[in-house]
């Protein structure tokens, strides 16, 4: 007969999960009734009271050092995998129910995975969710946490039933105050940044990377935050000049690949109100904001027409200097007026003469090319004046002002 002693049995092997997290919210001993089989192909069990103390130690009416000898010789008994299988399995679960642990998703052009080491066979496995709520909520679904785990699925399920009779629902409304209501712009935004796994706690920390923006932050910006790659360092950077909510979730959801140059030079452009795509472009090519009050100083323009006018000629993969942008401005070219495709033509249209011989070789970059087009406003033009041999703005003055007298 065994010896029915109470006896108090660490797991086998504790997971890794955060060190004040006890199995109770408020820090106390669990007590859960569970059953207690005899056999693994039984289907019922006498049950009795199980306790979990807050650094989970279970104390159960067995003496679970005799059962592991009983084992070792052939015999079965539940409570044993309920210490070394159970319990940690639970205490790992709750890390993630608890939002105290958030895996990293997998993000795809319009989907989301979970982590490979998170997909459980016959469950999830390539399945992909239309956004992170769904994606977590499945993680955090008691098939899901089943079938991850290597304990018992009936006894894990027993243990579950009851722990959430002590936390309450995981999927529920957090209880906070306004100090982190009024940090989200949206209405019930805490309760959908729960559902996404970000635990209240952490939308104070991710706040205070934008603490230059006096306004609610969206959503978005705490999503990005969460499953993005964001740099705080550099959003910090980049902030201080557009202090704007919309223009923090925009930055914090780039990714590391798109976060090209330091965060102060982002923000530069994006102080003169530029529309996203530009300010990307422009920091791709390595444009200097500074050129924006040298452009501005040499033509006269307020600063935001200079620097609309730099990211138009960049998109144009154009590079004018001041003394282009000093040309344009006295011949009264105050927007960009040319295109693309109509510059590649004329290059190549040059390029073609040369070759056939009917011109010497011209020297002309592609921005020299854009900035005479942008001036003499037509193809033709731009030819008899580089067949009169204007070199870009040398020249264009007299050839142009000339003509006129």
Known sequence: MMDTRASESRPASAPTVLAD??????????????????????SRGKRHPVTIASDWSVTTPHDIEAERVAIAFGAYTSCVALVDETVPAFRESLALLTRRTRPRLRRGQASWRLPEDAEVARCCIGVTFPNPAKALRHLRSLDHLVGASEAPAWQLRQVFSQVEQAWGSWEGRPHVGPEVTSLVREAGGVTDLWHCGVHPDEISRM???ADVVDEPLPVSFYLAMAFGEADPDWL??????????DVAAWLAGLDRLAQVGDGDTWGRWLAHGLPRNAVRS????????????????ATGWRPERAARNLAAWTELDCRPGVAEFAALARHQVSDVRVSSDLIDELIDEMGSLVKDSVWSPVALSRTEVAVMLAVL????AVLNAVHAGVRGVAGLDDYVFGEAR
């Not at 406003?377 to 033709?380: T, Y």
């Open 21 to 42: 997290l006890a199995p109770t919210p408020g820090g106390e001993a669990l007590v859960i009734e569970v059953e207690c089989r005899t056999s693994p192909r039984a």
């Open 207 to 209: 706040a205070a990377v």
């Open 236 to 245: 910090r950077q980049a902030l201080r000049h557009r202090p704007d909510p």
């Open 282 to 297: 422009l920091v791709r090519a390595g444009v200097d904001p500074a050129l924006v009050d040298d452009v501005a100083r």
């Open 377 to 380: 406003g037509n193809r033709v």
